[in-house]
């Protein structure tokens, strides 16, 4: 082969040998006699028939017994294996080094030195993991790590640190190579499975891994440089920029401490940002969302600082932005010199700033406005001895339905929070069990009966909002409990029942103008009113508990078996099968039908069925389903959509004052009585002919022939008009006798509607940057046309349709023309055409 006429001038061309020549290079002779090439080929052919069996390991024997070098030999035949990169457990080439390995270590056969090296290249150029794992041990590769330690450097200056790592692993090169040189390239493409695996096999890189990683994690210095630099000077490739941030970093961090078992208070950085933090999070709590009481808040900044006194000074600073007074109270808590306190701060006292004392216990009207305990204290029972506990659990025994909950600090700083309180709900009592105290190995018997006889017992259902997240918490904090089951039959979770029962028809009755998927929404949907949540975040490992805090735990266990009675009861009236339901959920099963119906109720329901016109209908749409409002128009139907940024309940007031009904992609429920469930349709995700199909059938809604068109898809108006050829042969005669309007008049026009447009805008999509636009706006050259109407009308189509005797429908209000053979009308008038019988 001339390589000249391969290669243009000036360009170079790099020939790389083969395995076998690099290796004869390397000094292995390649080469096999005649007999062993017999052997070789025999073993080939019986290895297609027989594959890993006796019959191979008595061909080897025969190999054991004439062969004089069979470590090199070996490596010859693995070379010569007609088998790709990736030498798989079950392929040939792992066979022969597997035998090999097992007779040497039978007869104690130890290779040749000279051997080593080239045992090395032919495991490194192949992508199996466990072949190289299994050719160090073959070839006791460990002995040559002096020359292997530079190619391995050279596999990381080269950006493969992948194979590197594995090398490293395999070889146990640990010391030899800076676990930050080796592992940050592996951050920087985030590949954690790779870091997790060469942690695992090396324990001690673990602790010096976390420590350069939280360096990182310090504000004061900056990732993206540092980051940067290593990649520019390390020649590192596909990285994932995003990943070099606090935030990410810091999950990674965590992840990695929980997964080995490192205390996070080591991180000594990774600890201040996240009480940083926290912190940030309650000062939002206490001052934007009104959501903590002072005892509450006093508890949480007291409990966040304890261990990290080094963010007062950063708490203070961030507090002196929302209450002068209160961050100088902590700066004096703390004893925060003077000079250290922000300017705002310096030289005041709390006395220069009085404020008036808040009042979150005694206020008999904020009473009135949350959903309250319906027991007295005397049914609330803590239960803090294995008596009281062994006797709880014989009660429970003997119940139908129980509800439960858990509650635990909140962790704001790195330490993991302790299971604080488990609270177990009856229809007449509540038990709260103290977890900090019976959460002990001489307790673990208690434990193992309380799940055998209650959260095991699949006689009892055991009601629960978020069942999945709270067992699982019990599960990993609680001794006794590592082996419980978390979802399944007796687990009933009230916010998927919830979510199953709107599915099948079930409509909600509320005066609650709060949506969402919490407990408080759905006890505001049920009753009216929502739960009190000042307790929510507190602190649940104090000891006396506060009344407080023992009334918000008691009522998170009780309500729920108050909204059970109260759902089963609405399905009752409404004729739904609320225990099939249950079960549905409990046992993860999809639903049969959407409502089961008794046979006289839909008799009843069939006789009043009114079919109706597409006059009587008004959609809102929300903006994801944009796209449909150009069908539904096509049909009669008046359409409008929401905008991006617009707020649910915001949707639901706009819907409720013009009367209309709410189209989404996913399911949401009403979150007022004023506005039925049955007026929100959730048509999924399909071709557009089944969503129409779907909206169709739901509202009962009968396309007419009569009503195609009478309705402007462009801007929703129903002032379209019909034209015939003479009509618009009249308005091309009126323009070129002079009667209309300048192009300076026609933009002077529009701009007068400007402000109609912005209102539009609120309510309305049309003029959306994500919309699809179906038309290029007319060129400013164009010809235009003002009818009576004062619609301005493209003269340039009309004169189109006049000269092709072409008829059109005009819209009054924005002076869009359709015509018979516009692309968009026609694809729209054919997926309309095949949902009806017209002609």
Same mark, same amino acid.
């Given at each position: ?61 025969? #190999? ?24 798989? $457990? ?21 290779? @040749? ?28 590769? =460990? ?28 070889? *146990? ?16 493409? +985030? ?27 310090? %504000? ?42 490192? $205390?996070?208070?080591?991180?000594? /950085? ?23 009481? $002072? ?17 007062? &000074? ?23 010199? /003077? ?31 949350? =959903?309250?305990? $319906?027991?007295? *204290? ?12 062994? *006797? ?89 409990? /590592? ?43 049920? #009753? ?6 000042? @307790? ?47 079960? +549905? ?9 959407? %409502? ?25 749409? @929300? ?70 199909? &779907? ?34 042969? +009249? ?20 701009? +007068?509607? *400007? ?20 038309? &290029? ?18 003269? /340039? ?18 002076? &869009? ?12 008038? @054919? ?9």
């Amino acid at each position: 082969m001339d390589l000249n006429k391969l290669v243009h001038q000036n360009q170079t061309i790099k020939i790389i040998p083969s395995l076998e020549d690099s290796l004869r290079g390397l000094g292995l002779n390649s080469d096999l006699d005649e007999e062993t090439e017999i052997w070789f080929n025999q073993l080939k052919i019986k290895w297609k028939t027989w594959k890993k069996s006796p019959t191979i390991e008595r061909h080897f024997d025969s #190999f054991f017994q004439f062969c004089q070098d069979p470590f090199r030999v070996a490596l010859v035949c693995i070379v010569k294996c007609d088998e790709p990169k990736d030498r798989k $457990p079950k392929s040939l080439s792992y066979c022969i080094l597997e035998i090999i390995f097992k007779w040497s270590q039978t007869n104690g056969r130890l290779p @040749e030195e000279t051997l080593k090296l080239p045992a090395y290249n032919i495991a490194t150029q192949q992508r199996n993991q466990h072949f190289l794992y299994l050719a160090v041990k073959t070839y006791q590769l =460990y002995t040559i790590k002096e020359t292997v330690l530079p190619l391995v450097k050279d596999m990381i200056r080269n950006d493969n640190c992948k194979q590197a790592s594995q090398i490293v692993i395999a070889m *146990e090169l640990f010391d030899e190579i800076p676990v930050e040189d080796l592992l940050f390239p592996l951050v920087l493409q +985030d590949t954690p499975n790779l870091i997790d695996e060469y942690l695992s096999e090396s324990p001690n890189q673990i602790q010096p891994f976390l420590l350069f990683l939280d360096r990182l994690l310090d %504000k004061n210095f900056s990732i993206r440089d540092y980051a940067q630099k290593f990649i520019e000077e390390n020649k590192i490739y596909n990285v994932k920029y995003d990943k070099i941030h606090y935030k990410p970093l810091g999950k990674l961090v965590a992840r990695l401490c929980n997964k080995f078992n490192v $205390p996070i208070e080591s991180c000594k /950085n990774l600890s201040k940002n996240r009480t940083t933090g926290g912190l940030r999070y309650l000062i939002h709590q206490r001052y934007v969302e009104h959501n903590l009481s $002072p005892s509450v808040w006093d508890d949480l900044v007291k409990d966040s600082l304890k261990q990290s006194t080094d963010c007062a &000074k950063e708490f203070v600073d961030m507090l002196a932005m929302y209450d002068i007074n209160e961050s100088l109270k902590w700066s004096s808590y703390f004893e925060i010199s /003077n000079d250290c306190l922000p300017h705002a701060l310096q030289n005041l006292t709390i006395k220069d700033n009085p404020i008036e004392e808040e009042n979150w216990d005694t206020t008999d009207n904020a009473a009135q406005n949350y =959903y309250r305990l $319906p027991i007295s *204290e005397e049914n609330i029972l803590i239960i803090d001895t294995a008596e009281k506990f062994d *006797e709880l659990i014989s009660k429970l025994s003997n119940c139908p339905i129980i509800s439960f909950d858990c509650e635990w600090k909140p962790s704001f700083g790195a330490a993991k929070s302790r299971m604080a309180l488990i609270q177990i709900g009856t229809f007449d009592q509540v038990y709260l069990i103290d977890t900090l105290i019976l959460n002990n190995k001489q307790y673990m018997g208690s434990w193992c009966r309380f799940n055998k006889y209650v959260l095991d017992n699949a006689e009892i259902i055991k009601l629960g909002f978020g069942v999945e997240q709270d067992l699982n918490e019990m599960k990993s904090l609680i001794i006794g409990l /590592n082996n419980i089951k978390v979802k399944g039959e007796g687990l009933l979770d009230l916010g998927l029942l919830w979510k199953n029962l709107v599915k099948c028809g079930l409509s909600l009755p509320s005066n609650s103008d709060n949506g969402g998927n919490s407990l408080s929404s759905l006890v505001q949907t049920c #009753f009216g009113l929502p739960l009190e949540k000042s @307790e929510q975040c507190s602190n649940w490992e104090l000891r006396p508990l506060r009344n407080t805090q023992i009334h918000y735990a008691a009522l998170d266990a009780f309500v729920l078996l108050e909204i059970y009675k109260y759902l089963q009861n609405l399905c009752v009236e409404q004729h739904i099968n609320f225990e099939e339901i249950c079960n +549905d959920v409990m046992l993860d099963r999809k639903l049969k039908c959407l %409502k089961k119906n008794k046979v006289v109720d839909c008799l009843q329901t069939t006789k009043n069925i009114k079919v109706r016109t597409p006059m009587d209908v008004k959609i809102l749409l @929300e903006h994801d389903n944009a796209h449909l409002r150009y069908y539904l128009r096509y049909c009669g139907i008046d359409t409008t959509i929401t905008t991006s940024h617009m707020l649910w309940h915001d949707t639901i007031k706009l819907a409720t004052s013009e009367n209309r009904l709410i189209l989404t992609s996913k399911l949401k429920f009403s979150p007022s009585s004023r506005f039925s469930q049955n007026f929100i349709l959730d048509i999924g995700k399909g071709s557009i002919k089944d969503q129409l199909l &779907k909206i169709l059938k739901h509202f009962n809604v009968g396309l007419q022939k009569n009503y195609i068109l009478t309705r402007c898809i462009e801007c929703n108006s129903t002032d379209v008009k019909y034209y015939s050829i003479n009509d618009l042969k +009249d308005i091309c005669r009126k323009y070129n006798g002079g009667s209309h309007k300048s192009s300076d008049q026609i933009r002077r026009s529009a701009s +007068d509607n *400007e402000d109609d447009n912005d209102y539009s805008e609120n309510f309305l999509s049309d003029s959306e940057g994500e919309d699809i636009h179906l038309y &290029k706006p007319f060129p400013i050259q164009d010809k235009w046309y003002t009818s009576s109407s004062g619609a301005k009308i493209n003269m /340039n189509q009309i004169e189109k349709l006049c000269a092709s005797n072409k008829t059109a429908h005009i819209c009054e209000n924005c002076g &869009k023309l359709y015509c018979d053979e516009e692309p968009l009308l026609k694809s729209i008038h @054919e997926v309309i055409m095949s949902i009806t019988n017209f002609n």
